[in-house]
């Protein structure tokens, strides 16, 4: 009883001591992980603010354009039109429209002015004198978009307008669709509202979806529950296991980043552990008899008509289960001088 004793402290203090080298080395590897995350999380967000910001500029080129004053005072919008159209499909923007001071649409490149966006966040920024941002899901164009409203200043100096920029969130997405890890942004209520992973769009990240509010940027009824994950916080760091289908790690690394200048939080998971995959090894075809290929019994090797040994210089062999490629040349080798080798596949 004592020896029994004696072996199972051992056993603990092995099965301890194996524990603590896995846990620090585990950790140590994280460490680089989380720098390539943050690395990658940061260029994810610069990508992001880097292409909006050039629809912003484009928005504030827009409102100062001698073309948009006119429009403003009441003539034709024909020509300012054309121009809209113009820049719109050199820019690549959904639309361009110019704005007056009630709201409504006096001219836009995709021809359906006439609509009013007095009451919106981004256009009573714009009568503020400020550039006026916000995200939507307007029935208007059926997909995401982005708004950018620039004031237009009139020569005595308080506002008679804007400059409406529509980005299509689509296109911004397309460069960076399917590249790793996955990234999301989610806006204030908690909903996924640009993502690489087409999947997590719509999503709430924090709460029941049934009692988000309907917002301007998502559908009543369109927002989902998160992916199952379980959070396993290991030495500061934030592991979640994952059951979020093929295109998302079961097991990874989470990261945040707050976006105050879009009001929006960059998140990333990378997997920190490669998914389970068995190497598959394929049985060879086994070569057919001497009796039916037609040969007599002298073509067979000297020493007893008995071929190499199943295991000896190769990995597999009949005693592991697994007979090699090179058991199986070796074999062929030695029946058939003439060359036969098993067919590959």
Known sequence: MRRLGI??????????????????????????????????LSLAADRLTGELQRFKELAVLMAAH??????????DPAEAQALLRSVADTTGLLD????????????????????????????????DGALGSARALPDRYRRRVWWFAAPVFSEAGPVTGAALAVVDVEQVEADWRGDRPAVWFTGP????FLS???????????????RIVQGPDFAAGQVTAFVDFHPRPLAGFDLWDVDGGPYLPDRGLHLQADLPEIGMV??????????????????????????RSGRSSSSRPSGGGRSPSPTSGSRGGWRSGRPSCRHWTRICAARWPSGWRPRRG
Do not use: K, M
């Open 189 to 192: 209520d908690g909903v996924i």
């Open 66 to 75: 001698p073309a948009v004053g006119p429009v403003l005072e009441g003539r």
């Open 196 to 210: 690489n992973r087409s999947e997590l769009l719509f999503r709430a990240r924090r709460g029941d979806p049934s």
């Open 7 to 40: 072996v199972a402290l051992f056993l603990a203090l092995v099965g301890g001591f194996t524990a603590g080298v896995w846990r620090v080395a585990y950790v140590a590897a994280l460490e680089p992980l989380a720098r390539r995350g943050q690395a990658d």
């Open 266 to 291: 960059a998140e990333v998971l990378l997997a920190s552990r490669r998914r389970g995959s068995w190497r598959r090894c394929r049985r060879r075809r086994r070569p057919p008899s001497a009796s």
């Open 96 to 127: 361009l429209a110019i704005l007056a001071a009630d709201g409504r649409e006096l001219a836009a490149a995709s021809d359906a002015s006439g609509t009013t966006h007095a009451g919106t966040a981004h256009f009573e920024r714009a009568l």
